[in-house]
């Protein structure tokens, strides 16, 4: 069983309108080829903070990752250096605030938009700056990194539902278009990504409330999905809600890696949403 994963994180995307939206990833748990659950976002419902805790699930009050201005190098050990330290390839295609976390903060415009450098913490990182880059063409950016370098672990995080989120609401029409537009290229996507011997998770740092706002403790700006399509876990849909701090540990469990000494212990929520070795064998 192959332990490649690739992670994809829709920046601001709320758990109603993804289930609601998300056709092609909707339909893959509802024929049992994907889990889909919901997570409950740390606080506070941003984004830098959340790269921090999906990355390296400490929370902010440890971290020191507070704000979107928290501008400086996480102390922490993230998935990518996990990667790195076991002897695998790592890469993302990401906003420009994942390379100020773990490879060089402050970003340089002219010359960390790609970054190919094995001995960083991110060793194939492609950055963008804007947050109307299109999500067309960062999930391509992400994928022609999985061609050219064949990561064992690939990192994909868009902007665009967040930035339209922020411009019209978490409940406009605008909003679920760019959700929509998302799901397509999923769907372009992922059955590749599934041929070459991926695990592929899909899931948000945050949600948007209806005033197109995060930050707070709603259930609009905290729920978020999460979506598996691995053989090392249960398949279909369950209206239980798990807690994101355990993600980075989980994706430690799905790349078969040793986790970071202060990536937490997995609590039975999440460690019950992988197959027991019996259940493996049928
Ligand atoms: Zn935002």
Redesign the pocket.
């Known amino acids: 069983m192959s332990n490649k994963l690739i992670v994809v994180v829709l920046?601001?995307l709320r758990y109603d309108v993804a289930t609601e939206t998300l056709g092609y990833m909707e339909h893959l748990a509802e024929k049992g080829q994907a889990l889909r659950r919901a997570v409950l976002s740390e606080l506070p419902s941003?984004?830098r903070p959340l790269y921090e805790v999906l990355l390296t699930g400490t929370p902010s009050y440890i971290n020191g990752i507070n704000t979107n201005g928290s501008i400086r190098l996480s102390d922490h050990k993230s998935l990518f250096h996990m990667t790195k330290e076991a002897g695998l390839t790592n890469a993302t295609a990401s906003y420009y605030w994942v390379s100020e976390l773990y490879n060089r903060a402050p970003f340089h415009y002219l010359e960390d938009r790609i970054q190919l450098d094995t001995d960083k913490a991110i060793q194939n990182g492609m950055f963008y700056f804007e947050d109307t880059y299109p999500d067309s063409h960062l999930l391509i950016d992400g994928e022609t990194l999985r061609q050219e370098v064949q990561p064992d672990f690939l990192y994909i995080h868009s902007m665009n539902i967040?930035?339209i989120?922020?411009k019209h609401g978490g409940r406009s029409g605008e909003y679920r278009d760019s959700v929509l537009r998302v799901d397509n290229i999923l769907a372009e996507l992922i059955p590749s990504w599934l041929q070459a011997g991926y695990q592929v998770v899909v899931t948000a740092d945050?949600g948007?409330s209806e005033y197109g706002q995060?930050g707070g403790t709603t259930e609009e700006e905290r729920k978020v999905p999460l979506y598996i399509i691995s053989n090392k876990t249960r398949k279909g849909v369950q209206e239980v809600v798990l807690p994101q701090l355990p993600f980075a540990s989980f994706m430690c469990e799905l790349m078969q890696l040793n986790k970071a000494e202060t990536m937490p212990k997995l609590p039975a929520s999440w460690e019950e949403l992988l197959m027991t070795g019996e259940e493996e064998k049928e």
């Open positions: 920046d601001g941003l984004s967040d930035d989120g922020h945050h948007m995060h």
